[in-house]
């Protein structure tokens, strides 16, 4: 009987949790299909751009290029014989490399916001279920004449916490300290 139960709660489980990754993946798609040709464009030179193939092809275009102008190749007129043009274009492409980094860095941070912001709501509302199952497992206890040994915990945990209070208390005790943000 119990492994049947077992097998029950882990398909209740399996479906829950196969919700939850659909509803996470449909989220993901659409927030795709939401992004701009723009964010697509630096998206796909970032992600080149921090791929080996990238570093192959850097490789290959440097060494080529220092050999034609500074190497045995006598056949091949030298066109940048000083490499002020290689150091040249290597900066540019710096530039613009670093730059669509940020753009997606910018994006992630975004959808990394959200993410955090869902799962204080979640966080919260499993802290206000929590509070209500400890007062009303407390009134079960006090009814049924159990001891509790640690009251004073309990009625501590039983009280309500609200998020402005939280930070509240982290703002003063970072102000009482002279910093300004928590550690990492």
């Not at 659909?22 to 030179?45: G, H, M, P, W, Y």
């Not at 080149?48 to 290959?60: N, Q, R």
């Not at 206890?141 to 939280?166: C, F, H, M, N, S």
Request: glycine share 2%.
């Amino acid at each position: 009987m119990s492994a049947s139960n077992s097998e029950q709660q882990e398909r209740t489980i399996s479906k829950r949790l196969d919700r939850n990754i659909e509803a996470l993946l449909k989220r993901r798609e659409q927030e795709a299909r939401q992004s701009t040709r723009q964010d697509r464009v630096a998206d796909a030179i970032t992600r080149f751009a921090g791929s080996m193939m990238f570093v192959y092809l850097h490789l290959l275009i440097f060494a080529l290029w220092i050999i034609v102008n500074v190497g045995p190749l006598p056949p091949v007129l030298a066109f940048d014989p000083s490499l002020v043009i290689l150091a040249m274009a290597a900066s540019v492409e710096a530039i613009f490399i670093s730059t669509f980094v940020l753009i997606s860095q910018n994006r992630m941070a975004e959808a990394d916001d959200k993410r955090a912001d869902l799962n204080l709501q979640i966080c919260l509302l499993a802290e206000h279920e929590t509070t209500e199952l400890l007062t009303l497992v407390a009134a079960i206890a006090e009814k049924l004449d159990v001891e509790i040994e640690t009251r004073e915990g309990l009625e501590e945990l039983k009280e309500q916490v609200t998020p402005e209070a939280v930070l509240d208390e982290i703002e003063e005790k970072m102000r009482r300290r002279g910093t300004k943000a928590p550690p990492a």
